[in-house]
């Protein structure tokens, strides 16, 4: 609580310089603190336009972005531990410059971020797998991209090299973003669970292609490198080392964006197909080094060489309110398929619907109603009988929400979840009913 209380009061400190940057309305009239307050308001950023020199520097081909989330939730019913309040945060900052602006190189872009995160998480109180809050892990300070993105061909071509973080491009959709579950938000979760699929806010060496032939159709391909030491946190992002025998991640996929271009008239969908395989190293769930039982053995796992699966998303909007673009109702669907002889989570399926400016004269708030559902691996099931523990089967995450868009820079979201057989119903916690909130802010 005293960081929280910290860090309002240096927040209003800064809104405080904010103000007096963005108080002059014309040469001779200094503005009443009324219209300071009102221009500050009513801007894009918390921090203003910097006095001009925000718009100046975007205009010279430098932009910065930085955003502030905080997830407060709590479990009021069940878990191991009800009635506990959890707080996390991230706090990221992002800045790209245009070459082409700085340097007259066409079509050239270079990226850095970076982000400190802090907080507990609530499902180490609930004991379930999939995180109630998407803005949890690696709280520290940490570096995340560095790359220098290439477009050419009238942007029919893209190439991105780097340090790169593979959910970015890959298995994502800004639909799963209305969410705060970690089973939806960001990309589905059984991705970074089951191998070394990096996600915000880790980075790791890698580069991507994407071809955009037609409208309609997009195709894009990944390679990256398999090191997970480079999440470790005493690195704080910033190993750049290449280690060979890590392996590495081959990624497709494949878009068909109905009614994506500018001058379309039906309603958007996107439908997508990801396939992937990584050359790394994998222990099997089940086998010992012989194909027998490694718990009635006690030999070392088999060693399995490669992993591998598909993707698939689905969205439609099946509904937009007159004379907008954007506003209407979409649902969506994923599913991931991996072999579960060494993946934990080898069926796994997101659900969601969303509608946007549901209701009149909130054209800019999102609500949204998720299901997320993991299905455990039999083989480790195997190994789960034969070892004397308790199976696990599945869990599920039910998720409504609504994002209340204050202004253009702050938000508000309330939330609950309630998750059924946490962790795979292996203990005895029952289900759990989650509440609590998101606040966001641009600076």
């Not at 029919?156 to 780097?162: D, M, Q, R, T, W």
């Not at 309630?418 to 600076?443: E, K, S």
């Amino acid at each position: 609580m005293k960081k929280i209380i910290t860090f309002s009061i240096v927040f209003l400190l800064i809104a405080n310089c904010a103000f007096a940057q963005e108080a002059i309305i014309s040469p001779s009239k200094p503005a009443t603190l009324f219209q300071q307050l009102k221009s500050w308001w009513s801007g894009e950023y918390f921090f203003g336009n910097w006095g001009g020199k925000r718009k100046e520097l975007s205009e010279r081909g430098v932009d910065f972005t930085s955003t502030y989330v905080t997830d407060l939730l709590t479990n009021v019913h069940g878990g191991i531990r009800k009635n506990r309040f959890r707080y996390d945060s991230s706090l990221g900052l992002d800045i790209n410059v245009d070459l082409e602006k700085v340097f007259a190189l066409n079509g050239l872009q270079f990226h850095i971020s970076g982000v400190y995160r802090e907080g507990k998480n609530l499902s180490g109180d609930i004991g379930n797998r999939f995180p109630p809050s998407s803005i949890y892990g690696s709280e520290y300070v940490q570096l995340y991209n560095l790359y220098l993105e290439q477009e050419m061909f009238q942007d029919k071509v893209s190439l991105k090299v780097g340090r790169l973080g593979t959910g970015d491009d890959f298995a994502q959709s800004p639909l799963y973003g209305t969410f705060l579950t970690n089973s939806i938000d960001g990309c589905p979760i059984s991705l970074p669970i089951n191998f070394f699929f990096t996600v915000y806010p880790t980075a790791t060496w890698g580069a991507r292609l994407k071809l955009k032939p037609a409208n309609a159709f997009v195709w894009q391909g990944g390679i990256y490198h398999q090191d997970s030491g480079v999440s470790r946190e005493a690195a704080h992002g910033a190993d750049l080392t290449w280690r060979s025998n890590k392996g590495i991640l081959f990624i497709q996929e494949f878009s068909f964006l109905p009614n994506q271009y500018a001058e379309a008239e039906g309603l958007p969908g996107n439908y997508k197909l990801g396939v992937f395989y990584s050359t790394g190293r994998f222990k099997d769930l089940y086998a010992d080094e012989n194909g027998g039982s490694y718990a009635s053995t006690g030999l070392l796992q088999k060693r399995r060489y490669g992993n591998y699966g598909l993707y698939l998303h689905a969205d439609q909007m099946l509904y937009r309110e007159p004379d907008s673009k954007d506003q209407g109702f979409t649902p969506f669907f994923v599913v991931v398929l991996q072999p579960s002889d060494m993946n934990e989570l080898p069926l796994f399926i997101d659900l969601g619907l969303t509608y946007k400016g549901l209701i009149p004269g909130r054209d800019n708030d999102v609500a949204g109603i998720g299901l997320a559902y993991g299905k455990w691996s039999r083989q480790l099931n195997k190994h789960h009988s034969d070892a004397g523990e308790e199976k696990q089967t599945f869990e599920t995450v039910i998720e409504a929400t609504y994002k209340i868009a204050i202004n253009q820079w702050l938000y508000f979201q309330p939330d609950i979840q309630y998750i059924i057989n946490p962790n795979g119903g292996n203990q005895d916690t029952g289900n759990a009913l989650v509440t609590g909130a998101r606040i966001g802010i641009t600076f």
